[in-house]
T-cell receptor, first 112, second 114 residues
Framework: GENVEQHPSTLSVQEGDSAVIKCTYS??????FPWYKQELGKRPQLIID?????GEKKDQRIAVTLNKTAKHFSLHITETQPEDSAVYFCAPPSPNAGKSTFGDGTTLTVKP | GAGVSQSPSNKVTEKGKDVELRCDPI?????LYWYRQSLGQGLEFLIYFQGNSAPDKSGLPSDRFSAERTGGSVSTLTIQRTQQEDSAVYLC????????????FGPGTRLTVT
């Protein structure tokens, strides 16, 4: 989407390795920074989110870090498993509240 | 509780025909969004509703696309005079409010224009 850059576009890792996906945005009208996961043929679902009053949030093997000064936030997956294979989207705040913007997605493949 | 539902799940139509896609959001969610996703692509934002109001329609691809929401609940996306490039999955999502809340997605409507 506009004003959003998500990298890398594809990522292939061995099972057990870590994966990091970065999302850079240009402006923000809110303080909410989510990541969504979309498995093949399914709908996107929220996996983790963070609000700007904290710098990091963890949920088991998944973590999100936020750097508001640099305007980026990252998704970290540790001890990757084959079921982590999916497309991941960031959805940073949009300069136009309500006009939701998603990153272009990162296709993560975890090889057993 | 019930999640977001969409109907139909699949729609095959001939070029030039009109189609209506329906979205039933989660009860109580004031915000509703429509997206389009082509095969292997990202989420293209189309329009959002705050209650029954759509403050910004600039994301709609052309004037053949329109959307409405009634009673703060059900929304319909209408595509007139369908073209082959309209073929995609149309996703609807709802959330408690326009900003700072998780979006819950429906299963999508797969539209194929022949």
């Amino acid at each position: 989407g506009e004003n959003v850059e998500q990298h890398p576009s594809t990522l292939s890792v061995q099972e057990g390795d870590s994966a990091v996906i970065k999302c850079t945005y240009s402006d923000s009208a809110s303080n909410y920074f989510p990541w969504y996961k979309q498995e093949l043929g399914k709908r996107p679902q929220l996996i983790i989110d963070i609000r700007s009053n904290v710098g990091e949030k963890k949920d088991q093997r998944i973590a999100v870090t936020l750097n508001k000064t640099a305007k980026h936030f990252s998704l970290h997956i540790t001890e990757t498993q084959p079921e982590d294979s999916a497309v991941y989207f960031c959805a940073p705040p949009s300069p136009n509240a309500g006009k939701s913007t998603f990153g272009d997605g990162t296709t993560l493949t975890v090889k057993p | 509780g019930a999640g977001v539902s969409q109907s139909p799940s699949n729609k095959v139509t001939e070029k030039g025909k009109d189609v209506e896609l329906r979205c039933d959001p989660i009860s109580g969610h004031t915000a509703l969004y429509w997206y389009r996703q082509s095969l292997g692509q990202g989420l293209e934002f189309l329009i959002y509703f705050q209650g029954n109001s759509a403050p910004d329609k600039s994301g709609l691809p052309s004037d053949r696309f329109s959307a409405e929401r009634t009673g703060g609940s059900v929304s319909t996306l209408t595509i007139q005079r369908t073209q082959q490039e309209d073929s995609a999955v149309y996703l609807c999502a709802s959330s408690w409010a326009v900003v700072e809340y998780e979006q819950y997605f429906g299963p999508g409507t797969r539209l194929t224009v022949t």
